[in-house]
């Protein structure tokens, strides 16, 4: 069973639509977070949830909004996209925010999205 | 503002050879230190990860260490393999609810 699952894979999509990424977790863990990965490679924090509530929030435009019904669960939706928004996103969790090994995230695969 | 620097972005070396990579952070109040494998097309995968009182962790053939003084941490790598070949990434947190801050990584290649 894969513990961090993120859907789609690839979404290739036109520029002004709205589209949504989804991630679940089954590992149980409190905090769960949303990555851009942009084509040089570089690894930025967008959002992190812990226990549906919004902790971290770094400067991304309000045309992302993150989602979380259940600590299980942290959607990412992105209105209006724009070319620049091409990127790999990539979900994590963590079993808390707090120190050791409980402080390990664990990564999605990732989801390709391209915008035309 | 932290700031994480991996230095080569790329090497490539012979299999079999002990090496070592190389992370260094400008703000040495830090909470953990982690170093992630990234292979191509997939997510990241957490090797170690060593908490602010401690000086290093091991994990098989891996051994990363943490100088806080000095603002570097490095991952040793005994006996490299070609399945060793991969994106290694460190990211250093500066307090319990901060953000992971990530280098560019080293990408690795391991030559049969």
């Known amino acids: 069973d894969t513990a961090v699952s993120q859907t789609p894979k690839y979404l290739v999509t036109q520029m002004g639509n709205d589209k949504s990424i989804k991630c679940e977790q089954n590992?149980?863990?409190?905090?769960m977070y949303w990555y851009k990965q942009d084509s040089k490679k570089f690894l930025k924090i967008m959002f992190s949830y812990n226990n549906k509530e919004l902790i971290i929030n770094e400067t991304v435009p309000n045309r992302f909004s993150p989602k979380s019904p259940d600590k299980a669960h942290l959607n990412l939706h992105i209105n209006s996209l724009e070319l620049g928004d091409s990127a790999v996103y990539f979900c994590?969790?963590?079993?808390?925010?707090?120190?050791?090994?409980?402080?390990?995230?664990?990564f999605g695969a990732g989801t390709r999205l391209s915008v035309l | 503002k932290q700031e994480v620097t991996q230095i080569p972005a790329a090497l490539s070396v012979p299999e079999g050879e002990n090496l070592v990579l190389n992370c260094s952070f400008t703000d040495s109040a830090i909470y953990n230190l982690q170093w992630f494998r990234q292979d191509p097309g997939k997510g990241l995968t957490s090797l170690l990860l060593?908490?602010?009182?401690?000086r290093e962790q091991t994990s098989g053939r891996l051994n990363a260490s943490l100088d806080k003084s000095s603002g570097r941490s490095t991952l040793y790598i005994a006996a490299s393999q070609p399945g060793d070949s991969a994106t290694y990434l460190c990211a250093v947190k500066t307090g319990a609810n901060s953000k992971l801050t990530f280098g560019k990584g080293i990408t690795l290649s391991v030559r049969p």
């Open positions: 590992l149980g863990h409190d905090t």
């Open positions: 060593i908490q602010s009182s401690q």
């Open positions: 994590a969790s963590s079993q808390d925010l707090l120190g050791g090994a409980k402080n390990i995230q664990y």
